[in-house]
T-cell receptor
Framework: RKEVEQDPGPFNVPEGATVAFNCTYS??????FFWYRQDCRKEPKLLMS???SGNEDGRFTAQLNRASQYISLLIRDSKLSDSATYLC????????????FGAGTRLAVHP | DAGITQSPRHKVTETGTPVTLRCHQT?????MYWYRQDPGHGLRLIHY???????DKGEVSDGYSVSRSKTEDFLLTLESATSSQTSVYFC????????????FGEGSRLTVL
């Protein structure tokens, strides 16, 4: 099993839709998780941090399922500007400050 | 804005030539990182630093060396560039809770012919 796995997509959704991405991880000892957003040809930017069971920020909700070892990102009321690649990130078992990035899930929101 | 700048932003070079990428930060962060990003692989850690002159290898460190002689600068060197090192390179610092939230520079796009 890869350390971090994501469905590459693309997820094509209309404006206003609700969309959810899952990310599975292999290190059961992981305590913190992150979602980053990356626009085409730009740097990744931190979207949300998850330190307990979940986190909510406006239209974005991240949830953690430790038993099944996955985290999800839910986007409600999708906007055109949400079109991007969403990267799931988990700590590496190899070191405190090492993080492992998933390859990303691409979201395309259309009018 | 995490105050991270990378240089050069774009570079084309030939196989066998040395290349150095520079990452500069203005906010005195302890941890700095170099990642490369390739299609289908996501970001992979090359090297990281946890202080001046303190560095360690990441998962794809072969063919790369780093140096950190000052807190604000973290240099990535390709001693003899190969075509497999054509990639986008991102520098990052960590901050936030437990120093685990990464903030990236704008990236350096390197092409090795």
């Amino acid at each position: 099993r890869k350390e971090v796995e994501q469905d590459p997509g693309p997820f094509n959704v209309p404006e206003g839709a609700t969309v959810a991405f899952n990310c599975t991880y292999s290190n059961s000892a992981s305590q913190s998780f992150f979602w980053y957003r990356q626009d085409c040809r730009k740097e990744p930017k931190l979207l949300m941090s998850v330190y307990s069971s979940g986190n909510e920020d406006g239209r974005f909700t991240a949830q953690l399922n430790r038993a099944s070892q996955y985290i999800s990102l839910l986007i409600r009321d999708s906007k055109l500007s949400d079109s991007a690649t969403y990267l799931c990130v988990v700590p590496s078992p190899g070191g405190y400050n090492k993080l492992i990035f998933g390859a990303g899930t691409r979201l395309a929101v259309h009018p | 804005d995490a105050g991270i700048t990378q240089s050069p932003r774009h570079k084309v070079t030939e196989t066998g030539t040395p290349v150095t990428l520079r990452c500069h930060q203005t906010e005195n962060h302890r941890y700095m990182y170099w990642y490369r990003q390739d299609p289908g692989h996501g970001l992979r850690l090359i090297h990281y630093s946890y202080g001046v002159k303190d560095t360690d290898k990441g998962e794809v460190s072969d063919g790369y060396s780093v140096s950190r002689s000052k807190t604000e600068d973290f240099l990535l060197t390709l001693e003899s560039a190969t075509s497999s090192q054509t990639s986008v390179y991102f520098c990052a610092i960590s901050a936030g809770k437990g120093d685990r939230e990464l903030f990236f520079g704008e990236g350096s796009r390197l092409t090795v012919l």
